[in-house]
């Protein structure tokens, strides 16, 4: 059974910066992408960032020029940096690795911005 385990959440001001890891419990065959969701309050979870096979990326337009997508492959692991933060990034953060016949996610991270 592949496990997603999530860290480095937290509490940050307006303007900071977090990092998130995703570290999978074993190598994955087959993956299409692996990526990162969130999901406010009262809303639906949506995409935030996602790194593809060949390593092209893809990002939310809310989180542009502000947030990077990588990956360790030696260590199974997908990192987010995300800096500049603003409240609205309030959320609890998901990791996601695809594959074409499933999805795995992790248990989410808390992340918040306030001052």
Do not use: H
Not at 17 to 42: E, K, N, V
Not at 63 to 68: A, I, N, Q, S
Not at 70 to 98: F, G, H, I, R, W
Request: aromatic share 10%; hydrophobic share 30%; glycine share 10%.
């Amino acid at each position: 059974q592949v496990q997603l385990v999530e860290s480095g959440g937290g509490l940050v001001q307006p303007g900071g910066s977090l990092r998130l890891s995703c570290a999978t419990s074993r190598s994955i065959p087959r993956i299409s992408t692996m990526g990162w969701y969130r999901q406010a309050p009262g809303k639906q979870r949506e995409l935030v960032a996602r790194i593809f096979t060949g390593g092209s990326t893809y990002y939310a337009d809310s989180v542009k020029g502000r947030f990077t997508i990588s990956t360790d492959n030696a260590k199974n692991t997908v990192y987010l940096q995300m800096n500049s933060l603003k409240p609205e990034d309030t959320a609890v953060y998901y990791c996601n690795v695809n594959v074409p016949v499933r999805d795995y996610w992790g248990q989410g991270t808390q992340v918040t911005v306030s001052s």
